[in-house]
């Protein structure tokens, strides 16, 4: 899913920070601390948690969000037997899960597989924070820096993505981030008017991956000024113009995921 973020530049930086919210319910008793745990086959994981949220990030295998949990029930799709994966450098990955970045367009930039199944670094830099960083990637010559923030009295959840390039002149990159939830949910798209789409979405129509300007899909259905996205929509990489900054997913765990 892509969303209009706000960009901040300087020299040959980028950053974008993504906001993610699990209801926000206040605490009453805070554990303050971070702290290095064994998750989902990794021993090398990172713990950010207060009394509601706990949030597990890996570094092993791409820099990624594992679990993002309010009272221990995970909103993050992880599939079974891809435990404890790491990349030998060559080999074709499983489809890795649950919260993803990368750096797109997908179908400009250079192969960058350190940036998004590698190696990376992780430090802890508070009670409630962590920094994880890429390896450089020598497709698009860039490394990805990123900040984890949790709230210490709620489920929010900050992180800021910068990309550092190596190039001796200035490069352009957008910021991804795919984030792959429990299924068998419905996805909330707030529409912004106008709108440069008939039924309110694009979608991609294999097999030449068209793109449909006029979709339709019963699982796809206006309510007011609102797309609502059932369960399994016929082909699922669908395009939105709004400019309202965030969408939701309810999730079948009595979770409601909140992206901005």
Not at 53 to 80: E, H, I, M, S
Request: hydrophobic content about 40%; glycine content about 8%; overall charge positive.
């Amino acid at each position: 899913m892509h969303i209009s973020y706000v960009l901040r530049t300087r020299l040959l930086w980028l950053g974008v920070a993504f906001l993610l919210a699990l209801g926000a319910v206040p605490a009453k008793k805070l554990r303050a601390e971070s702290r290095v745990v064994d998750f989902y086959g990794y021993a090398d994981c990172v713990l950010l948690e207060n009394e509601t949220t706990q949030v597990v990030l890996c570094p092993a295998a791409g820099g990624r969000v594992l679990k993002y949990a309010l009272r221990d029930k995970n909103v993050l799709f992880l599939a079974p037997g891809n435990e404890g994966w790491t990349w030998d450098g060559h080999s074709k990955p499983p489809r890795l899960d649950a919260g993803r970045f990368d750096i797109g367009p997908e179908q400009v930039v250079p192969k960058r597989p350190q940036l998004w199944q590698g190696k990376w670094t992780a430090e802890i830099t508070g009670t409630h924070s962590a920094r994880l960083t890429s390896p450089k990637d020598p497709g698009p010559d860039v490394s990805l820096i990123r900040d984890f923030r949790l709230a210490p009295d709620s489920s929010r959840l900050e992180c800021t993505q910068t990309i550092v390039s190596a190039a001796e002149g200035p490069v352009e990159y957008c910021h991804w981030s795919r984030t792959f939830a429990v299924g068998h949910g419905t996805c909330v798209v707030p529409l912004s008017q106008p709108g440069r789409f008939p039924n309110g979405y694009v979608r991609y129509d294999p097999p030449g991956k068209m793109l449909n300007m006029r979709p339709e899909d019963p699982h796809i259905r206006r309510v007011g000024n609102f797309l609502l996205i059932d369960d399994h929509p016929q082909y699922p990489k669908l395009g939105f113009d709004s400019h309202a900054g965030w969408l939701a997913y309810a999730a079948p765990n009595d979770l409601l995921f909140v992206k901005t």
